[in-house]
């Protein structure tokens, strides 16, 4: 079993920055891919994006490319989302994801395994 805890949620103004960080117990992430999705008020959750466990693969929605960058540091179970240039569009619950099969490439939360409580990022304008 695998648990996980995001953090680094808040209010920023359009064009700020924020941080994201998940932290994972009860089992190394050595061998999951990692996903971020969020959830906007009124809407369905949608992928954000993913790593593989190594680090060496990275998928990106369209709507966050160029602005947002996902990373990991294996060695402290964490996994990151560095969020710049936010929008107010981009307000929403942000929730990780740990996927047991490694397959970043797959953006649908059908494929995670474990889940996050979720942050709220809130963006204004």
């Known amino acids: 079993q695998v648990q996980l805890v995001e953090s680094g949620g808040g209010l920023v103004q359009a064009g700020g920055s924020l941080r994201l960080s998940c932290v994972a117990s009860?089992?190394?992430?050595?061998?999951?891919?990692m996903g971020w999705f969020r959830q906007a008020p009124g809407k369905e959750r949608e992928f954000v994006a993913a790593?593989?466990?190594?680090?060496?693969?990275?998928y990106y929605a369209d709507s966050v490319k160029g602005r947002f960058t996902i990373s990991r540091d294996n060695a402290k179970n964490t996994v990151y989302l560095q969020m710049n240039s936010l929008k107010p569009e981009d307000t929403a619950v942000y929730y990780c994801?740990?996927?047991?099969?490694?397959?970043?490439?797959?953006?649908?939360?059908?494929?995670?395994?474990?889940w996050g409580q979720g942050t709220q990022v809130t963006v204004s304008s």
């Open positions: 009860g089992r190394t992430l050595n061998s999951y891919a």
């Open positions: 994801a740990a996927d047991a099969d490694n397959d970043p490439s797959k953006p649908f939360e059908e494929f995670y395994d474990y």
């Open positions: 790593i593989s466990w190594s680090g060496g693969n990275r």
